[in-house]
């Protein structure tokens, strides 16, 4: 298994009237998290599109649990239970 955690912290334009941070920009942080654990492993996503692959995300979930606001760190952490095999 291989992980990182990736830590944010939330900007004002990333909130909304309620002051935090809307629903949609979640995924945005995940997918910043995700690129940012392949970076650390060696494989920035730029290097892996230029081998010709392509990494699509086929789900993605998420249980808002409670609210985060300006200025808050987030910490997100990013892992894959197993390296999956490439089938051409």
Do not use: C
């Not at 955690?5 to 995700?34: G, L, P």
Request: no cysteine.
């Amino acid at each position: 298994m291989i992980k990182h955690i990736f830590k944010i912290r939330v900007r004002y334009s990333d909130t909304d009237q309620m002051k935090f941070v809307y629903h949609a920009k979640f995924f945005e942080y995940f997918e910043w998290a995700r690129t940012e654990l392949l970076r650390d492993y060696g494989l920035p996503y730029s290097e892996i599109e230029r081998m010709g692959y392509l990494i699509p995300v086929l789900e993605a979930y998420a249980k808002f649990r409670k609210p985060a606001y300006y200025d808050d760190l987030l910490r997100i952490e990013t892992y894959m239970k197993e390296i999956p095999n490439l089938k051409f």
